[in-house]
């Protein structure tokens, strides 16, 4: 699975855009890239995912580059319990992929 | 909507004890990861089941044996604890094949002394 680049920690007011990028430069063609938070010890909860085409679901927007070098995970109106460690994980989509998750974001979200 | 369920929530053993964790998936999912966290570190994969299959392995100790049974639920062993197998133990599951999400348990704490 390819490698990716998170910044170790950001912080967002409350109520404001959070804006999380990820790089992935080696991401190969047919790997999808998926994000997961984990809110202080409980376990990683899925975010979203996504191919080629910018995503969108009730939690969160992925914007992709037209490369997929990178990607930026957009919170539209962070809230204090969006307070978590955030992974990007590139991963093929079979019935054996497990998640690397390596590093990820500490957000903060300050009121 | 039904969870992943994990039993103990729990567990301290002593060292050289054994440790049973079981993992029960949301109904109709068919793929199980196991995932081990130490402190202040990143979840790393361990094993995984599709089909009660093996389908992937990772870091997983010798010690440590795993299987998933015909009820898709599914039991880590732990044999000859150390210290170092103190850690947040996380079952996650997924629809294989046709789901993109994993699903995550709350986790078994397991304190070695």
């Known amino acids: 699975d390819a490698k990716t680049t998170q910044p170790p920690s950001m912080d967002c007011a409350e109520g404001r855009a959070a804006n999380l990028p990820c790089n992935h430069s080696t991401i190969s063609g047919n790997e999808y890239v998926y994000w997961y938070r984990q809110i202080h010890s409980q376990g990683p909860q899925y975010i979203i995912h996504g191919l080629k085409n910018n995503e969108t679901n009730e939690m969160a927007s992925l914007i992709i580059t037209e490369d997929r070098k990178s990607s930026t995970l957009i919170l539209p109106h962070a809230t204090l319990r969006d307070t978590a460690v955030y992974y990007c994980i590139v991963s093929y989509n079979n019935a054996g992929n497990m998640l690397t998750f390596g590093g990820g974001t500490r957000l903060m979200v300050k009121p | 909507a039904a969870g992943v369920i994990q039993s103990p929530r729990h567990l301290i053993k002593e060292k050289r004890e054994t440790a049973t964790l079981k993992c029960y998936p949301i109904?109709?999912?068919?793929?199980v990861y196991w995932y081990q966290q130490g402190p202040g570190q990143d979840p790393q994969f361990l094993i995984s089941?599709?089909?009660?299959?093996?389908?992937d392995k990772g870091s997983i100790p010798d010690r440590f044996s795993a299987q998933q049974f015909s009820d898709y639920h599914s039991e880590l062993n732990m044999s000859s604890l150390e210290l170092g197998d103190s850690a947040l133990y996380f079952c996650a599951s997924k629809i294989g094949g046709g789901s993109y999400e994993q699903y995550f348990g709350p986790g078994t704490r397991l304190t070695v002394t």
């Open positions: 109904p109709r999912h068919d793929t």
């Open positions: 089941f599709y089909e009660k299959m093996q389908s």
